[in-house]
């Protein structure tokens, strides 16, 4: 007799089905990619007309800031307005004391959020979930509801009519968004990192500083970036914090100088702003980079 010995069966195995185009995305690929190039520069040429149009109106006459409507070449280039702003209202002052606000600002913003964001993101304790919960719902405060106190604060402390005064007011707020960053880049870090120091002999502060802080490069950018437009471009604290003080006015306050009681310096106010602007704008394209690699590394996490 001899024996047949039957070859196992091979299972089929289904290739995954791919999920029908939708109408939308094919219209999308037949489009040419000049098409698309046409929308996206019309949508920018939107977006930076009024950043155009205000540096067009610094180098323009009071007259032609609006006699020339849509045009954004002026006749004959007034550079004295921007003279008039740096000089006469006093904008080189105004400069200063917004760098030292918003430098001083932005490392005490840095220190204090990645210290809370790495202990809420590391540390597991009791009220832990109570804090966060607190820290959430102080984004729905609108942040005009807490000036009276703060304003109080800073009198009772002799410090109203300083820089110092506005940095500890402007540093001291809840920064929820940069905490909750911080603690959800610092989420995904593996806990190898800090068994290895602690063996080394390191302690809670020289893990944070010399281990997991260098890490989180990205979302300090992020922040910073952040801190940093808020702080150079508030207008309500450093108003109330310098009403007697006009020396120590920062560059948004500072724009007051240009409207009077009959009539506003458009084309002065205009080329202060655009002073005002462009450290902003050079800093944004620095960092650009790491703020987006922040932002996607924290909401990933």
């Not at 220190?111 to 719902?137: D, E, H, N, P, Q």
């Not at 009772?156 to 960053?181: F, T, Y």
């Not at 458009?266 to 202060?272: D, T, Y």
């Given at each position: 007799?001899?024996?047949?010995?039957?070859?196992?069966?091979?299972?089929?195995?289904e290739?995954?089905?791919?999920?029908?185009?939708?109408?939308?995305?094919?219209?999308l690929?037949?489009?040419?990619y000049?098409?698309?190039?046409?929308?996206?520069?019309?949508?920018?040429?939107i977006?930076?007309?009024p950043?155009l149009?205000?540096?067009s109106?610094?180098?323009?006459?009071?007259?032609?800031?609006?006699?020339?409507?849509?045009?954004?070449?002026?006749?004959?280039?007034?550079?004295?307005?921007?003279?008039?702003?740096?000089v006469?209202?006093?904008?080189?002052?105004y400069?200063?004391n917004?760098?030292?606000?918003?430098?001083?600002?932005?490392?005490l913003?840095?220190?204090?959020?990645s210290?809370?964001?790495?202990?809420?993101?590391?540390?597991?304790?009791?009220?832990?979930?109570?804090?966060?919960?607190?820290?959430?719902?102080?984004?729905?405060?609108?942040?005009?509801?807490?000036i009276?106190?703060?304003?109080?604060?800073?009198?009772?402390?002799?410090?109203?009519?300083?820089l110092?005064?506005?940095?500890?007011?402007?540093?001291?707020g809840a920064?929820?968004?940069?905490?909750?960053?911080?603690?959800?880049?610092?989420?995904?870090?593996?806990?190898?990192?800090?068994?290895?120091?602690?063996?080394?002999?390191a302690?809670?502060?020289r893990?944070?500083f010399q281990?997991?802080?260098?890490?989180?490069?990205?979302?300090?950018?992020?922040?910073?970036?952040?801190?940093?437009?808020?702080?150079w471009?508030?207008?309500?604290?450093?108003?109330?914090f310098?009403?007697?003080?006009?020396d120590?006015?920062?560059?948004?306050?500072?724009?007051?100088?240009f409207?009077?009681?009959?009539?506003?310096?458009?084309?002065?106010?205009a080329?202060a702003?655009?002073?005002?602007?462009l450290?902003?704008v050079?800093?944004?394209?620095l960092l650009?980079?790491y703020?987006?690699?922040?932002?996607?590394?924290?909401?990933?996490?």
């Amino acid at each position: 007799m001899t024996a047949t010995v039957t070859a196992p069966r091979r299972e089929r195995t289904e290739l995954p089905t791919q999920r029908p185009r939708s109408r939308s995305g094919k219209l999308l690929r037949r489009l040419p990619y000049w098409f698309a190039a046409l929308v996206l520069i019309g949508l920018v040429a939107i977006w930076i007309y009024p950043f155009l149009w205000m540096v067009s109106a610094a180098l323009k006459s009071p007259l032609e800031v609006f006699s020339s409507g849509m045009n954004l070449i002026p006749e004959t280039p007034i550079w004295e307005n921007f003279k008039r702003a740096w000089v006469d209202a006093r904008f080189s002052q105004y400069l200063l004391n917004t760098v030292i606000v918003t430098a001083a600002t932005v490392l005490l913003v840095l220190i204090r959020c990645s210290m809370t964001g790495y202990v809420l993101a590391r540390y597991s304790f009791y009220g832990r979930k109570i804090i966060l919960g607190i820290l959430v719902a102080t984004l729905f405060v609108p942040a005009g509801y807490t000036i009276i106190p703060v304003i109080d604060l800073a009198t009772r402390l002799g410090m109203l009519n300083s820089l110092w005064g506005m940095i500890i007011a402007m540093s001291g707020g809840a920064h929820v968004a940069s905490i909750l960053l911080y603690m959800g880049y610092f989420r995904q870090l593996p806990k190898e990192l800090e068994e290895a120091a602690i063996i080394d002999g390191a302690g809670f502060f020289r893990t944070f500083f010399q281990v997991m802080l260098p890490l989180a490069m990205p979302v300090t950018a992020t922040v910073t970036l952040m801190t940093f437009l808020s702080t150079w471009n508030a207008f309500f604290l450093p108003l109330v914090f310098t009403f007697s003080r006009p020396d120590l006015r920062t560059l948004s306050v500072g724009m007051l100088a240009f409207i009077g009681e009959n009539s506003t310096d458009w084309s002065g106010m205009a080329a202060a702003a655009t002073i005002s602007l462009l450290p902003v704008v050079l800093l944004f394209i620095l960092l650009q980079r790491y703020f987006v690699e922040g932002i996607a590394g924290a909401v990933k996490s």
